[in-house]
């Protein structure tokens, strides 16, 4: 049964069983599923007890399918923490605030005007927000705080680059097909990535597809108002043929998944890989030696800036039903300030979601920084396309590149698809 449906059927149980109400205590208990934060994290906990006299009980529960298990099951049981994280898309989360078991934390982040929502980077917060009239019915209202931030961006080897003669990154597409066939002359696979994952293909074309044809025709599109038959569509499809004719990508790369994808990188197997910020803890693990560097992916319109997913990378919320709602929101904002934030990014390597440490930030990370306003995301959307579209859209793509499809033949099927859902919807 999906994670989701379990969701859905814990609700109905909280709707007829309610809530069972915890007294009130000098610990606040905390749920989450970073390995690699679980030491920094712990350390803060001993320091904020020592500051506060109130105790925080960490609890870590990993692999992250495990914890989503876990999550599941303490709604259904009204066993909830008084804090943890909800590791879904943003219409899971609408189901939990809907629910009762996330708590609105607006008032507390604008107060003193807004002087803790101003301390974070604010594509961030977004990610947690439901404006006015949001799609999911949700009042609006910010319902967690991110505790970190992240981006995909491209990543390059400086190494590799020299070997081929290549004095720097490539800013243009133009310049990254220039560079894939001075890599292949020398002998040096030009690009990996996990292409065998759908939400990475679906990353990488949808940065392409708004430098190329814009935000406004990517939502109309969605909407039903523009045809994936369309020419621009056509051309977002393209890319995908032309790098594979150029013979750009490393071989099976459409079966690859994200983590063999990295160790590829992270070996100096290829010079280009698109990942996240988060890979700089594995690079530096693989391979401390390992000399590379940040940039957008090349854009092929010079008039639109290159976007990239990015946002909160990790958040976590407040049980709405918690007696410790004050302690809880408390040791929030304490984490979530600079010092903390500091601590947090020099031992582990994430980018902090407070503004002001984003200065103390590690090397390397600030480069990833650097393109945190032109971060967009899914769950900051204000339509997104159906699931069986976007499959059908994702493995189309993969069917491209291994020569199987052209991007019209997969821009008529996806369209099909398209059309089938919206039909449906009407009938509904």
């Not at 939990?96 to 002087?115: N, P, Q, R």
């Not at 006015?132 to 931030?149: A, F, L």
């Not at 909160?312 to 934030?341: I, M, Y």
């Not at 069917?399 to 859902?421: C, L, M, Y």
């Amino acid at each position: 049964m999906k994670i989701s449906t379990i969701l859905v059927l814990c609700f109905c149980f909280l709707a007829v069983g309610g809530c069972s109400a915890r007294p009130s205590t000098n610990q606040i208990e905390v749920w989450h599923w970073m390995t690699d934060r679980q030491d920094a994290l712990q350390a803060l906990a001993q320091k904020y007890e020592q500051e506060t006299g109130v105790k925080v009980k960490l609890e870590l529960f990993a692999p992250s399918d495990a914890y989503t298990q876990k999550i599941t099951a303490a709604s259904q049981a009204n066993v909830l923490p008084d804090i943890y994280g909800i590791l879904d898309k943003k219409s899971i989360l609408a189901l939990f605030i809907k629910s009762g078991l996330v708590a609105d934390l607006t008032e507390e982040l604008e107060a003193d005007h807004a002087a803790w929502e101003s301390s974070l980077i604010p594509k961030a917060v977004d990610v947690n927000r439901f404006p006015v009239g949001n799609k999911d019915g949700v009042p609006p209202g910010i319902y967690g705080v991110p505790i970190d931030v992240t981006n995909i961006q491209m990543v390059y080897n400086n190494t590799l680059l020299k070997k081929a003669g290549l004095l720097k990154p490539p800013q243009t597409f133009g310049d990254f097909l220039t560079a894939v066939d001075a890599l292949k002359r020398v002998g040096v696979s030009p690009f990996v990535t996990g292409f065998g994952e759908m939400w990475i293909i679906d990353c990488f074309a949808s940065n392409y597809a708004f430098n190329m044809m814009g935000e406004d025709k990517v939502m109309a599109t969605f909407r039903g108002e523009v045809k994936y038959t369309d020419p621009d569509w056509i051309k977002v499809f393209s890319v995908f043929q032309t790098l594979a004719r150029k013979g750009a990508f490393i071989e099976g790369i459409v079966t690859k998944g994200n983590k063999y994808a990295e160790q590829d990188f992270a070996l100096e197997r290829a010079a280009f890989s698109f990942d996240g910020s988060w890979a700089v803890n594995i690079y530096r693990s693989m391979n401390p030696r390992l000399d590379y560097g940040i940039s957008p992916l090349p854009a092929i319109n010079p008039d639109r800036p290159m976007k990239v997913w990015g946002g909160a990378g990790s958040s976590f919320v407040v049980n709405a039903a918690s007696p410790n709602r004050a302690k809880a929101v408390a040791f929030l904002k304490w984490l979530t300030a600079e010092e903390q934030q500091v601590f947090i990014a020099e031992k582990t390597n994430n980018l902090p979601a407070n503004r002001a440490a984003m200065i103390a930030t590690p090397k390397v990370l600030p480069d990833f920084s650097k393109a945190m306003d032109q971060t967009t995301h899914p769950s900051v959307w204000p339509v997104n396309e159906d699931a069986l579209v976007t499959e059908a859209f994702d493995k189309g793509i993969q069917s491209i590149i291994i020569g199987e499809k052209t991007p019209e033949a997969v821009a008529g099927e996806v369209q099909k698809i398209k059309d089938r859902e919206m039909k449906k919807k009407a009938e509904q």
